[in-house]
């Protein structure tokens, strides 16, 4: 190729890409709404929510999926969970679960990770919100249509008649 033909080409590259970005530029922009903000414009401050009150319900929840850790089904405002103390052990070690009757900790928590079973809580498995959570009595911020594996597997395996 010539210098006369690269030129002409690197004209009409040029020529195509400014008319493409000056469309683009004459285009509204798109009016989409962030759930999570709502209107208010990312240069602004929204109104934070009102913290929703925490269940305190002492009921087991389901799990909806393999090996999810159990919710924390009451409160633990004031907890002290550090380096120090942890105040989950005063109710759920299994030498405390008898007096408690709270549900003791899983003999996973007892092991190292080479599955060494250890006469305490493992340093690992010790700050127990890095895995369960409290609940909270919220509206969900965003729409969820997040369905359990039972209940995907009664669908497929019902009867034809039965089938939504």
């Keep these: 190729m010539n210098v006369r033909a690269t030129a002409i080409a690197i004209a009409i590259v040029i020529a195509i890409g400014s008319a493409l970005s000056s469309a683009a530029w004459a285009a509204p922009p798109l ?3 962030d759930p999570m903000r709502g209107p208010t414009p990312i240069a602004e401050e929204t109104n934070p929510p009102l913290i929703s009150p925490i ?3 002492d009921i087991k929840r389901m799990r909806t999926y393999s090996m999810q850790p159990p919710t924390i089904p009451h409160k633990i ?3 002290q969970i550090d380096k120090n103390y942890n105040r989950c052990l005063a109710c759920h070690a299994r030498v405390n679960t008898e007096e408690t009757q709270a549900p003791p900790l899983s003999v996973t928590h007892y092991m190292d990770r080479d599955s060494n079973v250890l006469a305490e809580v493992s ?3 010790y700050f ?3 895995c369960h959570v409290p609940q909270a009595e919220a509206k ?3 729409s969820n249509t997040y369905e359990d594996i039972d209940v995907i597997l009664k669908r497929l ?3 034809a008649s039965q089938k939504k």
């Design 123 to 125: 340093p690992r498995r």
């Design 157 to 159: 395996t019902a009867p």
């Design 55 to 57: 269940e305190n319900k």
């Design 77 to 79: 405002d004031g907890y």
């Design 31 to 33: 009016e989409v709404e």
């Design 128 to 130: 127990c919100v890095q």
């Design 140 to 142: 969900p911020l965003v």
